[in-house]
């Protein structure tokens, strides 16, 4: 389910001045199809968005940077198994759990990712430690999970990431690969012209965090 909800406030800061600060979210790119959605799935979805929502929000209005708030909101969506980041992120193909998260801080151009880790409770805790405490941009696989554990990252088992929907519908892609009922197989997209179950309903994309704090600095991040 996409989900795309924005908090604002405006704060006086001196003689009639007002700072705007922001915090908007999302919580997937694409959509599922809602039909398929139970009303108390619908629910759970909008809870989870309004928690990390304010979580975001409550870091700017205590005073934090934007990047605390990016950070805090991203974390509440990567610990819930209903979107696909961290706990509940799709497999790849092999039956794996390899998640990516990026963040960026607006006021100094500075940027963080990793790619590809599959023992890192939170990504974006790692994209941040990247960003703060390394010369490099980005890091990826084992290289990125022993630089995120050193630096107080969070690491867990494999298995934690792993759900039994997210599970089942890998099992259902599969079946309709070797059926030749899928649209893209392992390789790529396939033909246009070969029938089967279309993939419209099967974006599921990321999930992301925009801030605006008190000092008008903007900051931004996404895992997957």
């Avoid at 039909?35 to 700017?60: R, V």
Wanted: aromatic share 6%; with cysteine; proline share 3%.
């Amino acid at each position: 389910m996409s989900g795309f909800l924005l908090a604002s406030c405006d704060t006086p800061v001196s003689e009639g001045q007002h700072t705007k600060y922001v915090m908007v979210i999302h919580g997937g790119a694409g959509t599922i199809n809602k039909e398929s959605m139970t009303p108390e799935k619908e629910q759970a979805y909008k809870e989870a968005l309004t928690e990390a929502l304010q979580a975001g929000y409550n870091q700017i209005k205590e005073g934090h940077a934007s990047l605390d708030a990016v950070q805090a909101a991203i974390n509440v969506m990567e610990n819930s198994p209903l979107f696909n980041a961290g706990k509940g992120a799709v497999f790849t193909h092999d039956g794996r759990n390899e998640l990516d998260a990026s963040i960026m801080d607006g006021a100094t151009l500075k940027a963080g990712a990793v790619a590809g880790v599959t023992n890192l409770k939170n990504p974006i805790n790692a994209a941040r430690a990247v960003m703060d405490k390394s010369e490099h941009v980005m890091m990826v696989g084992r290289g990125a999970e022993i630089f995120a554990a050193a630096n107080g990252c969070d690491t867990v088992p494999p298995s934690y990431f792993f759900t039994q929907e997210r599970w089942d519908q890998l099992q259902r892609m599969i079946s309709q690969e070797e059926t030749g009922h899928a649209a893209y197989n392992y390789f790529g997209p396939k033909s246009s012209s070969i029938s089967g179950v279309s993939d419209k309903d099967k974006k599921f994309g990321t999930v992301g965090a925009v801030a605006l704090d008190k000092s008008g600095n903007l900051a931004a991040g996404t895992s997957t």
